[in-house]
Structure formats: structure tokens, C-alpha cells
């Protein structure tokens, strides 16, 4: 049994035993209300790496030769204050090769990548509960940010909201899809900054800093992964900025459940309804814009009091709980 690094292009097939992987592990793991990755988000991942990041694809070729047994992505931030850190995307062992060493292999795979490139420490969204949360923690993770997936039927919940709320004077909507008009570009840039005040328990990676570069890059990265981005945000008309603003990915325009990605109130706005205003303008757009799309889904830090009243207001209910786990680096004990 042997790890393998995939090429910068992976070949189609690379891909198919790559989602083959993911979809079983998925399948076998949640429950059956979670939609599965699709392939075109699996290409994408494999193919497109996030801004200002250097991705690592391993896997475990399978003992009969075709497809793989195990996969991982490592990504290495680029960025100087996150260096000295690292984020697991992906680490999944197909069923019928569990139990078997797989999974320790890929393991000790990432392990000497992370400390080949000099980084301190390791992080990994990961199910509690589950296979994953026992084979993270015999080797020496932690949950530093303790959160859970809340889930949103987007036609109930539009029934229950018809309307997007009046805003304040002096305030105003917008919206668009892909890339941020360039009139906005910096000044939503300097709205992302705001997420610096998002809880991030015990986490040791530090928030990016954002520029009009950067925004615009991690759009072109979500459509050239062949997906979709879409957002809204509430301008304040009196100093041409952003006061607000949120964003919903699909990976693959074809999906039914959509990601909810940042939402942000700019704290000189904040106390006026606007993170609840700039999400149900969203909903409306959604709906107009993507009739297929039944769900939207979100991860959110069980102490993100504010952000948790206005989802739940908004038909957000929890669908299961995960957690960012966190480990030095070399971890601590290999597990079995």
C-alpha cells in the first residue's frame, strides 16, 4: 500500500476514482437528507486551488489496481500571518478499504507535508459523532470551534417571508452574480475585513486580509471550478459603501442544496435588521434566478448568538453538528 500525489491536472480518470471515494465515504457516513459532492465539484477542487494557496492531493491506489482506496487535499496558506498553519479539505477512506491502514497511510502522508513545509499546526471540519471525529482525535485533535449545519427550505421559508423588509433610510439593495461589479469592488472588499470579528474559538489561523484582488479572485475560483456565486449587499447611500452583504455558492449549478458563504454586517450598521434584510433579499434572488434549488446550507459557530437568531428567523434549522478540530504539528499520538 502506497500514497500517491495527483498531478496539478488530473486526468478524467483521476477525477472518477477520486469522486468515487468521496460519493461512497459520503454516502456510508451522513445521513441520506445530505446531498452528496457532485462530480463537477470534485474536478474543480482537483484542478482550480483557492487564491493565495498551494494544494496537496494524496491518495491511496487501491490493492487491485483500479481506483483508490483513500484521499486527501492538504491546502498550505500562502498568506504570511497563516504560514504557520494548514487546513485539511478533504480526508475521506472509502468503506470497503476501513480498517485496514488506509487511512493511517494517508495520515502519515499529510503529516510529512506539513512538516516538510514548516507549518505548527493542522485544522479539519469534522463530524461529531462519527468515524471521523474517533480517527481525528486518536491523533491528537481537538474541536476548537464548536458548530453545526443548519439547513433552510428555501419555498417555506419565502412562504413565511414574502416580502424583503423595508430598509432605513439612506440605505439600499444590490445584488449580482459571479464577479463584484468594479464600482464596488473596494469597498466590499473592506467589508470582508469585518469578518475578522467572527468567532473562531480556539483556531490559530488568522483572517485574511482583503483587497479588490482578492474578492475578485475567490469569485473566479468558484466558477472556474464550475460553480456558482451569488450576492447580495445593503449599500449606504450617504458614503457609497457596503453596510452588508451575503453570499451563497453552488458548486455545481446543478445542485439542490447551495452553501451560504459570509454574511456580514459592518459593525457602524449594526442594531438596524440588516444581516436578516441583506439574506431574505438573497432568498428572492435565488428563487428568481435558480428555480431548481430547494436548500440552502450553513455552518455556524454554536457561540454566533446574533448570526444564529437571525438564520432561525429565517427558517434555518439544525441538521447535525461538526466541528473545526485542530492539532499541533508533528501531532501527537499516530492512532491505529
Not at 500562502?78 to 470497503?96: C, L, Y
Not at 505548527?120 to 470551534?145: D, I, Y
Not at 483556531?203 to 483587497?211: G, R, T
Request: no cysteine; glycine share 8%; net charge neutral.
Amino acid at each position: 500500500m502506497t500514497v500517491t500525489r495527483l498531478p496539478a491536472d488530473p486526468t478524467d480518470a483521476d477525477v472518477d476514482h477520486w469522486h468515487a471515494v468521496l460519493r461512497a465515504a459520503h454516502l456510508h457516513d451522513l445521513p441520506q437528507s445530505v446531498p452528496p459532492p457532485s462530480r463537477t465539484d470534485s474536478a474543480g477542487k482537483l484542478r482550480k486551488p483557492s487564491a493565495r494557496t498551494r494544494t496537496v492531493h494524496l491518495a491511496v491506489p487501491a490493492a487491485e489496481g483500479a481506483g483508490y482506496d483513500g484521499v486527501a487535499t492538504l491546502v498550505l496558506f500562502g498568506e504570511p500571518d497563516n504560514r504557520h498553519t494548514a487546513f485539511v479539505d478533504a480526508f475521506a477512506v472509502h468503506p470497503r478499504a476501513r480498517k485496514h491502514g488506509a487511512g493511517s497511510l494517508l495520515w502519515t502522508a499529510v503529516r510529512a507535508e506539513l512538516v516538510a513545509d514548516g507549518r505548527r499546526s493542522v485544522s479539519v471540519l469534522v463530524e461529531n459523532g462519527g468515524p471521523g471525529e474517533e480517527f481525528a482525535r486518536a491523533r491528537g485533535f481537538v474541536n476548537a470551534l464548536p458548530l453545526a449545519w443548519y439547513v433552510q427550505d428555501l419555498a417555506t421559508a419565502l412562504d413565511d417571508h414574502p416580502e424583503r423588509p423595508a430598509l432605513p433610510a439612506g440605505y439600499a439593495y444590490a445584488h449580482w452574480s459571479g464577479v463584484v461589479p468594479d464600482p464596488l469592488a473596494d469597498v466590499f472588499a473592506r467589508a470582508h475585513d469585518d469578518m475578522a470579528d467572527a468567532p473562531v474559538g480556539e483556531l490559530e489561523q488568522a483572517a485574511p486580509a482583503w483587497d479588490a484582488a482578492r474578492v475578485r479572485a475567490a469569485a473566479r475560483v468558484v466558477g472556474e471550478r464550475g460553480g456558482a456565486i451569488h450576492t447580495a449587499a445593503i449599500l449606504h447611500t450617504a458614503t457609497d459603501t457596503v453596510a452588508a452583504y451575503t453570499e451563497v455558492v453552488l458548486r455545481d449549478p446543478a445542485d439542490t442544496r447551495a452553501l451560504q458563504y459570509d454574511t456580514v454586517v459592518v459593525p457602524a450598521h449594526r442594531g438596524r435588521g440588516l444581516g436578516r434584510a441583506v439574506k431574505r433579499h438573497l432568498m428572492g434572488v435565488l428563487a428568481a434566478e435558480r428555480p431548481g434549488l430547494r436548500q440552502i446550507a450553513t455552518t455556524v459557530a454554536d457561540e454566533n448568538g446574533p448570526m444564529l437568531a437571525v438564520n432561525d428567523r429565517l427558517g434555518y434549522r439544525r441538521e447535525r453538528p461538526v466541528g473545526y478540530f485542530q492539532a499541533t504539528v508533528p501531532p501527537g499520538p499516530a492512532g491505529p
